[in-house]
């Protein structure tokens, strides 16, 4: 397999040359480094954010939009699937990488195939996977702009000169946040199976859908919608190699929280995003089809709650 920052540095070159028609600001910070704004001052859109889910995932995905309903009403969605689920959704597309710093204050997110210059996270053990090369791509969430300190910080882990270090960056409440959240459904169902134990290279291909969440500029109310989106509305097709016992505990309804719309569940924990346990972020349904052997149909959607979620009226 290619380095999949190599890959994803294609995918940021061509963010940069259709800029304007992305919407998208892209300027130099004094340490070399490029941030690409995607959604924080700049607008973004839809494209922007098909094209940074695709960029998250190293370009091994294949990354859309349709027309769906949520009780009656038109509603866009994104699509995902990838025929390399491992690599491209817990290795790049996951959101690994904490940026929180206290002078000067920044709290940021961090996702994409700069984790796997670092891989000290359990999935690159699991996996053996470890990518090199001079270029790296980390995107970030935050509602501010990743600086200097931001870039230097990521250069020396990632093992990179500053100005190799490309960072597009977007806030929850943004047309990219919304987009770039619905596209993690089927990353959430595989990582749901790592953390049970699941051997995730069994895994052949992934399909995840999940409806675009409307944007609020309100960060608290962007954060309880996108994860509604998927938690609720988000649809999952896996193809995998080998049964296994624990599948029913994938889908989101399996825990206990089910039925609470994350503004309660994140107003519990203090809006504290890291004092909520991960295995309540899965999506709605999942289907898990057993090669030459079952076909495990999972979990439910509940359009009820997204539509009160997005202040849906009628």
């Known amino acids: 397999m290619d380095s999949i920052n190599r890959m994803a540095i294609e995918l ?7 800029a304007e028609e992305l919407r998208v600001v892209p300027h130099e910070l004094e340490s070399g480094a490029t941030v ?12 922007a954010g098909m094209l940074l889910a695709e960029v998250q995932t190293a370009g091994l995905s294949t ?12 509603t866009p969605h994104v699509e995902l699937q990838t025929d390399n689920p491992a690599l491209s959704l817990l290795c790049s597309q996951k959101a690994g990488w904490e940026l929180t710093f206290e002078d000067p204050p920044y ?36 509602i501010d702009l990743p600086g200097d300190r931001i870039a230097e910080h990521v250069a020396e882990q990632a093992g990179v000169e500053p100005s190799g270090v490309f960072l597009p960056a977007y806030a929850t409440g943004s047309t990219v946040g919304s987009v770039t959240a619905a596209a993690r459904a089927a990353e959430l169902a595989v990582f749901r199976l790592f953390e049970l134990g699941y051997d995730v290279r069994d895994v052949q291909s992934a399909f995840g859908s999940a409806p675009i969440a409307p944007v609020s500029y309100d960060e608290s109310v962007a954060m309880a919608r996108t994860n509604d989106a998927v938690a609720y509305g988000g649809e999952v097709h896996l193809t995998v190699a080998e049964d296994f016992e624990e599948f029913d505990r994938v889908p989101s309804s399996a825990r206990e929280e089910y039925g609470t719309p994350f503004e309660d569940i994140f107003d519990d924990a203090g809006w504290d995003f890291y004092e909520v346990p991960e295995t309540i972020f899965a999506p709605a349904s999942v289907t898990i089809d057993v090669v030459d052997g079952p076909t495990h149909v999972l979990g439910e959607t509940d359009e009820e709650i997204l539509a009160e979620s997005f202040g849906y009226r009628s």
Not at 36 to 47: H, Q
Not at 116 to 128: I, K
């Open 107 to 142: 709290d940021g997110l961090g996702a994409g195939p700069a984790r796997a210059l670092v891989a000290e996270e359990d999935e690159f053990h699991e996996l053996e996977y470890f990518d090199e090369f001079d270029l790296t791509v980390l995107s970030v969430e935050s």
């Open 12 to 18: 940021i070159d061509e963010a940069i040359d259709f």
């Open 63 to 74: 990354v859309q939009t349709r027309m769906d309903e949520i009780r009656g009403a038109p």
């Open 36 to 47: 690409l704004d995607f959604g924080v001052d700049a607008p973004g859109g839809i494209e």
